[in-house]
């Protein structure tokens, strides 16, 4: 018997987000609405919305759905915010920055994973997604100031080209720590300086790139 996909969306969201004490309206919606599924490989598909990472290849992975919504809400999005996300992966955190009505901007170092999010993010017609090949630990300068930043891997350190194209005011997540646990960080960006929040540990695949643990 095949997977109900919605029923498995709406079992996620209560189980693993509410359960846990997350209780964003936009996250949550956009949780229930996006279709995890379509963002991992066919023979994967029936444990989309299982408790877990798993692989989507070149070594990469799509994060638990737990960290995927925890980084959405620390965002804070508005609708019509610009974002800059690092690391486009699957599509996946692309996808529900996106339903949340943010303009996003992802860049991805590895081509192949880059094409296929595209192609994902194009068929289910999220309008308000450019993806780019490149080192995303330089950010996206075209399109800079962002109102907010979200690193989707492990970095050694704050990229300073993210925190330079962060306007005043706005708000960056990063995994940062050792290179097998990381706690989430989250900056502000004020005149007087930035202000950090450590927001619990995590694991992320090592951000590669100049300003990453692995270069290109």
């Not at 408790?51 to 994060?63: A, F, M, R």
């Not at 109102?147 to 080209?161: K, M």
Request: hydrophobic fraction near 40%; charged fraction near 20%.
């Amino acid at each position: 018997m095949a997977l109900d996909y919605t029923q498995a969306r709406q079992r996620m969201v209560q189980e693993q987000l509410l359960e846990r004490g997350l209780h964003d309206p936009l996250v949550l919606d956009a949780m229930r609405q996006v279709p995890r599924h379509l963002f991992v490989e066919e023979h994967l598909r029936d444990r989309a919305y299982e408790d877990h990472p798993l692989p989507i290849g070149e070594d990469q992975t799509i994060s638990q759905p737990y960290m995927i919504a925890h980084m959405a809400a620390v965002l804070k999005l508005a609708p019509g915010e610009q974002v800059l996300e690092v690391g486009t992966g699957s599509g996946y955190l692309t996808a529900i920055l996106a339903e949340q009505g943010a303009e996003v901007y992802s860049v991805e170092i590895i081509p192949s994973l880059a094409s296929r999010a595209r192609q994902t993010l194009h068929e289910l017609g999220y309008g308000n997604v450019e993806v780019h090949v490149g080192d995303g630990s330089l950010g996206w300068q075209a399109h800079a100031p962002f109102d907010a930043v979200v690193i989707g891997a492990a970095a050694p350190g704050l990229p300073r080209p993210l925190l330079d194209q962060l306007r005043m005011g706005g708000r960056l997540v990063v995994p940062m720590g050792e290179e097998d646990l990381q706690s989430l960080v989250c900056i502000w960006k004020e005149p007087g300086g930035i202000h950090e929040e450590y927001c619990g540990e995590c694991r992320f695949v090592k951000l590669r790139g100049e300003h990453g643990w692995e270069s290109a």
